[in-house]
């Protein structure tokens, strides 16, 4: 049943994807943009958006991937059927930009963090960590369905687990329970905070919502085959010298979801506000209060859109000229967010862009 709707709904929602970017053209970023959040001349991070829910944060001699997926799986009305391959080509040559080779030999990826196990999330992974990454420096943080997901692929390393999401999601959750993973060289640590995925049409999900108890018995290769399981937001900090922390980075790229769900709470934003928002803008008109919530309560002072453009056409064709996600209405969202802005009096302060992907935004401090 859930196919045969899902198959509707991409067939009838398949056109808008040819819906080209131009009307929201003013807050795109199609080349490397400098954001200056500070006039301290203390250092500066690189934020690279990846495409869908990913991006690449890099630091002196440190970097992190969330969630990267490059091979976009297309045309929509044929992806049920077809067979995903990893786009080895496109992701050499992401690295190559990048890191100087198409693997990252000196190890400075040290983590790649997935926010939920859907096929745009994960279905790259194995080949990015095996292929790309130095598999002695990188590791992969991620929820026990993701775990039991890649226990499948080629990768023979347990990851790191994040807690069970019934240990965190409590109402009265306390400070204690959160957890903060250091990288080995303790120049970045990454907070997941469990959240919610957003229903993809008229309330309904998709794509299967189901979290794994046990290994599957092969790592998937269609779409309809990645379970959903646990949603992860994270806290991204980057750290200097005794954990004093230079930059504070919030990924809500996973999914849109109701009000603030999936957000710190207020003895760590006490301790440092957020400077940079990721904020995944597919399916936010599914739930309620998104994303006008999450700023009201983070008030950052740097917003990037992520999963915004069509990753139901070719990359490539989105580096170029890019379309907008069908079935969200981009133009909405940017008044929504723009709207709340000024409701907080941070019209002027909060900047907000949609990078094209591939786009490199460098964040002085
Ligand atoms: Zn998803």
């Known amino acids: 049943m859930r196919k045969l709707m899902l198959l509707i709904v991409i067939i009838c929602t398949s056109c808008s994807g040819t819906r080209k970017a131009s009307k929201i053209k003013p807050h795109i970023a199609d080349k490397p943009v400098s954001i200056p959040l500070a006039h301290y001349g203390a250092g500066s991070?690189?934020?690279?958006?990846?495409?869908?829910?990913?991006?690449?944060?890099?630091?002196?001699?440190s970097a992190i991937l969330i969630d990267p997926y490059f091979s976009n799986i297309n045309p929509l009305p044929l992806i049920l059927f077809k067979k995903l391959k990893t786009d080895t080509i496109l992701i050499d040559d992401f690295f190559e930009k990048n890191f100087g080779s198409s693997k990252d030999v000196s190890g400075l990826i040290k983590a790649i963090l997935i926010a939920h196990s859907h096929y745009d999330h994960l279905a790259?992974?194995?080949?990015?960590?095996?292929?790309?990454?130095?598999?002695?420096?990188?590791?992969?943080?991620?929820?026990?369905?993701?775990?039991?997901?890649?226990?499948?692929?080629?990768?023979?390393?347990?990851?790191?687990?994040?807690?069970?999401v019934n240990e965190l999601n409590s109402e009265n959750i306390q400070p204690k329970a959160y957890q903060w993973i250091y990288t080995r060289n303790n120049q970045i640590r990454i907070l997941p905070i469990p959240t919610e995925h957003a229903p993809h049409f008229c309330g309904i999900k998709l794509l299967s919502s189901k979290k794994l108890t046990k290994d599957l018995s092969f790592f998937?290769?269609?779409?309809?085959?990645?379970?959903?399981?646990?949603?992860?937001?994270?806290?991204?900090?980057?750290?200097?010298?005794?954990?004093?922390?230079k930059l504070r980075i919030f990924s809500h790229a996973g999914a849109a979801c109701d009000d603030d769900i999936g957000i710190p709470n207020d003895s760590i934003l006490t301790e440092k506000k957020i400077d940079v928002l990721f904020l995944c803008v597919a399916n936010f008109n599914q739930v309620d209060n998104y994303p006008?919530?999450?700023?009201?309560?983070?008030?950052p002072k740097f917003i990037i859109g992520n999963h915004w453009e069509n990753f139901f056409r070719q990359y490539r064709k989105n580096t170029r000229k890019p379309a907008t996600v069908p079935n969200t209405n981009v133009k909405r969202f940017i008044k929504n967010v723009k709207q709340q802005l000024e409701s907080l009096n941070l019209k002027d302060s909060t900047m907000f862009i949609l990078p094209i992907p591939n786009t490199a935004i460098e964040i002085a401090y």
Do not use: A, M, W
Not at 223 to 237: H, L, T
Not at 292 to 299: A, D, T
């Open 220 to 245: 998937p290769t269609k779409v309809g085959r990645f379970p959903e399981g646990e949603n992860y937001n994270f806290i991204i900090d980057i750290l200097g010298d005794n954990e004093k922390i």
């Open 45 to 61: 991070s690189i934020i690279t958006y990846t495409g869908s829910g990913g991006f690449l944060i890099q630091q002196d001699s």
């Open 124 to 164: 790259d992974v194995p080949s990015i960590y095996l292929r790309n990454c130095n598999i002695d420096s990188t590791e992969i943080i991620g929820g026990p369905t993701t775990n039991h997901i890649l226990k499948n692929s080629e990768i023979d390393k347990d990851i790191t687990l994040i807690r069970p």
């Open 292 to 299: 006008e919530k999450v700023i009201q309560r983070l008030k």
